[in-house]
């Protein structure tokens, strides 16, 4: 593994492992190679599983539902 075990970053070193690897995560697609863009997608799983697993009940907005998305008008947002 790469990095410090999800379980083990407190709430504010999580996000920003999180805000890291999402900015991080276009560039890894289109310019890394396949083993980078690997073990990037695995990294981004542990982070985002341990975001989950301490945040069961997060915030779900509407919107970023299917039943949301099929409500938006085409070329809405």
Request: a positive charge; hydrophobic letters at 25%; proline letters at 4%.
């Amino acid at each position: 593994m790469t990095g410090v075990e999800p379980g083990r970053l407190d709430d504010q070193q999580l996000m920003k492992e999180l805000e890291t690897i999402h900015r991080t995560r276009h560039d890894t697609l289109l310019h890394g190679s396949n083993d980078a863009l690997r073990v990037h997608n695995e990294r981004m799983a542990q982070l985002e599983g341990e975001y989950l697993r301490r945040h069961p009940r997060r915030r779900v907005v509407a919107g970023r539902t299917r039943d949301g998305a099929r409500g938006r008008t085409p070329g809405g947002a």
